[in-house]
């Protein structure tokens, strides 16, 4: 199965970044296809903590990895990771970046902190890294992309055609500063040099690598429930996380995708604005983020908690097509005595539903109707398998597999690269 799409099953931070880095051992290729620096993934692995924002996990292991056409790229972000990279002994050629992959400029951070401000309450709480601003530009087609850089004359032109629309707005619409033309062109070109050694074709590299054999993982960012056609729109990223993403993100055609691993935590978490139906009410949520360590990696934020929810990862099996699951963090539960788990949603009428709701004010009104199942009360430091686990937690581990009717292959039991039973 050379082709594996690893994608967040619910609303980010499942610990994607540790899965990939832990498949990326035995593959030939990792491949980021969306999202950009409001990404946080930590990794573990021999002891030293990782925590990328722009490049692939595959970096950790020292595989060849790829950003591809579909991401925003930071090129300060970007440069500060290759940058890490040697400060700890990678060798930072294992990085390739799409020349059409599009470039997050100083006004879209701007306009990202601006437009959430003058939304005021309204707020979706995004990580202000500028991704909606630079997504929205590539498609009015006014975006500025990886390959123009490379050349200083073009470069200069598409830098003064955006700053011509983008200081008016900036200046007239959010009261703010605009941007001068000589200083951002000097800046930017100044990347030129730097970036020039990692540009190239992706889209021909995956393609290369899928025919001679070798196993590529495609590395979703944030996930299923903040993709922008199919997640909880407004509150969700302004690109594709979903499983389909990686084959317009990479540039190569969805047959050539053998299989979907989901990432799920035992429980569920959420960063920003926007509704989250099995939220916990009480004192326990403010538990399960200290023992999760529920802390935003790029801005620092709390994440919200709340107890697994099936209805959403039902979901997220339909639209991803995923074909087996990863378990992340239950050894987090290990402290609780009982664990309620969202099996149904109660709708306005007073039905249940096993299905994630396709309206939005259906979503908003929806309750959980939680099964409680019994926690197991110890760590799960001893188990080497799956069959090691305590009763209860085995338990909670198939009736996700039953509900799902999706394998889960993958059960998460600590950060580190080797806490992690298949
Ligand atoms: P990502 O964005 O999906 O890569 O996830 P993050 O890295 O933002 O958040 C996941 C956090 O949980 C990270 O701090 C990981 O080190 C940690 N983590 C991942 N898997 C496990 C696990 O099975 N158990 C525990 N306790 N921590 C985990
Ligand atoms: P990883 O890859 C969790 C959330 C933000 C906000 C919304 C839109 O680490 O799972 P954006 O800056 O993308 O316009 O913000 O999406 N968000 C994430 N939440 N994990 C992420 O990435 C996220 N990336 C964006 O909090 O609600
Ligand atoms: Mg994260």
Redesign the pocket.
């Given at each position: 199965m050379p082709a594996t799409v690893v994608v967040?099953a619910q609303?980010?931070?499942?610990g994607?970044g540790k899965i990939v880095d832990l498949l990326a051992q035995e593959s030939d290729v990792v491949c980021r296809y969306q999202?950009g620096p409001?990404?946080?993934?930590t990794i573990v692995a021999d002891g030293e903590t990782w925590k990328l924002r722009q490049l692939p996990s595959g970096v950790v292991s020292g595989t060849t990895s790829v950003v591809g056409a579909g991401c925003v790229v930071d090129p300060e972000v970007f440069l500060d990771e290759i940058d890490l990279l040697e400060s700890r002994g990678v060798d930072p050629s294992i990085v390739v970046l799409s020349g059409n992959a599009h470039l997050i400029m100083p006004w879209h951070v701007t306009i990202?902190r601006a437009s959430e401000r003058r939304l005021g309450k309204l707020q979706?709480?995004?990580?202000?890294?500028g991704?909606?601003p630079a997504y929205a530009d590539k498609a009015s087609r006014i975006g500025i992309r990886v390959q123009d850089v490379l050349d200083a004359k073009i470069l200069r032109q598409k830098i003064a055609v955006a700053l011509a629309e983008k200081n008016v707005w900036l200046e007239r619409v959010y009261e703010t500063e605009g941007f001068d033309l000589e200083d951002v062109w000097s800046r930017y070109a100044g990347y030129a040099e730097r970036l020039a050694p990692f540009v190239g074709d992706v889209s021909l590299l995956i393609d290369d690598a899928l025919r001679a054999g070798r196993h590529v993982l495609f590395e979703g960012?944030?996930?299923t429930m903040?993709d922008l056609d199919h997640g909880t729109y407004p509150?969700?990223?302004?690109s594709n996380p979903i499983a389909s993403g990686a084959a317009t993100g990479v540039g190569i055609g969805p047959t050539r995708i053998d299989r979907v691993l989901g990432v799920a935590k035992a429980y569920v978490t959420?960063?920003?604005?926007?509704p989250l139906p099995s939220e916990i009410e009480g004192p326990q949520q403010a538990r399960l983020r200290e023992l999760g360590g529920e802390y935003?990696?790029?801005t620092g934020r709390e994440r919200r908690c709340g107890w697994l929810d099936l209805v959403a990862l039902r979901y997220a099996v339909r639209v991803n097509g995923i074909t087996s699951l990863a378990l992340t963090k239950l050894d987090v539960l290990s402290e609780f005595d009982e664990l309620p788990v969202c099996i149904r949603y109660r709708q306005r009428d007073g039905s249940e539903t096993p299905h994630f709701p396709a309206h939005q004010s259906d979503f908003h009104h929806a309750e959980p109707v939680f099964e409680v199942v019994a926690g197991w009360r110890r760590p799960l430091d001893e188990a080497a398998t799956l069959a090691e686990l305590p009763g209860p937690a085995r338990a909670y581990v198939e009736l996700v597999a039953r509900e799902l009717e999706v394998p889960v292959e993958l059960v998460g039991i600590g950060a580190a690269r080797d806490r992690v039973l298949a």
């Amino acid at each position: 199965m050379p082709a594996t799409v690893v994608v967040g099953a619910q609303w980010g931070d499942e610990g994607k970044g540790k899965i990939v880095d832990l498949l990326a051992q035995e593959s030939d290729v990792v491949c980021r296809y969306q999202g950009g620096p409001n990404a946080g993934h930590t990794i573990v692995a021999d002891g030293e903590t990782w925590k990328l924002r722009q490049l692939p996990s595959g970096v950790v292991s020292g595989t060849t990895s790829v950003v591809g056409a579909g991401c925003v790229v930071d090129p300060e972000v970007f440069l500060d990771e290759i940058d890490l990279l040697e400060s700890r002994g990678v060798d930072p050629s294992i990085v390739v970046l799409s020349g059409n992959a599009h470039l997050i400029m100083p006004w879209h951070v701007t306009i990202d902190r601006a437009s959430e401000r003058r939304l005021g309450k309204l707020q979706i709480g995004t990580t202000r890294r500028g991704i909606g601003p630079a997504y929205a530009d590539k498609a009015s087609r006014i975006g500025i992309r990886v390959q123009d850089v490379l050349d200083a004359k073009i470069l200069r032109q598409k830098i003064a055609v955006a700053l011509a629309e983008k200081n008016v707005w900036l200046e007239r619409v959010y009261e703010t500063e605009g941007f001068d033309l000589e200083d951002v062109w000097s800046r930017y070109a100044g990347y030129a040099e730097r970036l020039a050694p990692f540009v190239g074709d992706v889209s021909l590299l995956i393609d290369d690598a899928l025919r001679a054999g070798r196993h590529v993982l495609f590395e979703g960012a944030q996930a299923t429930m903040l993709d922008l056609d199919h997640g909880t729109y407004p509150f969700v990223t302004s690109s594709n996380p979903i499983a389909s993403g990686a084959a317009t993100g990479v540039g190569i055609g969805p047959t050539r995708i053998d299989r979907v691993l989901g990432v799920a935590k035992a429980y569920v978490t959420r960063v920003g604005e926007g509704p989250l139906p099995s939220e916990i009410e009480g004192p326990q949520q403010a538990r399960l983020r200290e023992l999760g360590g529920e802390y935003g990696t790029v801005t620092g934020r709390e994440r919200r908690c709340g107890w697994l929810d099936l209805v959403a990862l039902r979901y997220a099996v339909r639209v991803n097509g995923i074909t087996s699951l990863a378990l992340t963090k239950l050894d987090v539960l290990s402290e609780f005595d009982e664990l309620p788990v969202c099996i149904r949603y109660r709708q306005r009428d007073g039905s249940e539903t096993p299905h994630f709701p396709a309206h939005q004010s259906d979503f908003h009104h929806a309750e959980p109707v939680f099964e409680v199942v019994a926690g197991w009360r110890r760590p799960l430091d001893e188990a080497a398998t799956l069959a090691e686990l305590p009763g209860p937690a085995r338990a909670y581990v198939e009736l996700v597999a039953r509900e799902l009717e999706v394998p889960v292959e993958l059960v998460g039991i600590g950060a580190a690269r080797d806490r992690v039973l298949a």
